[in-house]
T-cell receptor, first 116, second 113 residues
């Protein structure tokens, strides 16, 4: 069982649509992440939020807009996407105690996105 | 920059046998963490095992164990008594804080009944 949930499981959208992906964690973690994963490839980091503030943006195009309304929720707003943005989008969370210690990241089940 | 290399794109093993997945990494740091994640066809990334570099003892989790060779920068995963449910893509990952995981390219493991 996962304690990181993601909705929807699948999403099909046109290039002019606006949609949002949602991620929720119930582990009291203070760091949350968005990854993009293409088929047969490892996940690629997109964004990191730490204590509800954006701490890392891996030069992601502005058509992807993250939002962290509170410590348990993470959204990814999508607008004017391209077909090459079709991928599995994974959310993860970790404790983030603010030390040098790497906190283990726990992943959600992902949203499979298809852009037509 | 740190890199993680998984030299075996695909592996297969008979059910109930033992298989070892290889991983090497490159870093100049002495304090870091290594992980093995499993991603079955259901696509969720599941943490299998974690190793802290300052600990000499190899981590174990039930049928899963690692052979951590710090000097050689090697971090292999051994799966004992393989089960059909072990079939998945396995990713080795490195981290040294900064909230970034560096993943290898993955090894697809098939279990033959």
């Amino acid at each position: 069982d996962t304690e990181v949930t993601q909705t929807p499981k699948h999403l099909v959208m046109g290039m002019t649509n606006k949609k949002s992906l949602k991620c929720e964690q119930h582990m009291g973690h203070r760091a949350m992440y968005w990854y993009k994963q293409k088929a047969k490839k490892p996940p690629e980091l997109m964004f990191v939020y730490s204590y509800e503030k954006l701490s890392i943006n891996e030069s992601v195009p502005s058509r992807f807009s993250p939002e962290c309304p509170n410590s348990s929720l993470l959204n990814l707003h999508l607008h004017a996407l391209q077909p090459e943005d079709s991928a599995l989008y994974l959310c993860a969370s970790s404790q983030d105690k603010g030390t040098r210690v790497q906190e283990t990241q726990y992943f959600g089940p992902g949203t499979r996105l298809l852009v037509l | 920059a740190q890199t993680v290399t998984q030299s075996q794109p695909e592996m297969s093993v008979q059910e109930a046998e033992t298989v070892t997945l290889s991983c090497t990494y490159d870093t100049s740091e002495s304090d870091y963490y290594l992980f093995w994640y499993k991603q079955p066809p259901s696509r969720q990334m599941i943490l299998v095992i974690r190793q802290e570099a300052y600990k000499q003892q190899n981590a174990t989790e039930n049928r899963f164990s690692v052979n951590f060779q710090k000097a050689a920068k090697s971090f292999s995963l051994k799966i004992s008594d393989s089960q059909l449910g072990d079939a998945a893509m396995y990713f080795c990952a490195y981290s040294r804080g900064a909230q970034k995981l560096v993943f290898g390219q993955g090894t697809r493991l098939t279990i033959n009944p």
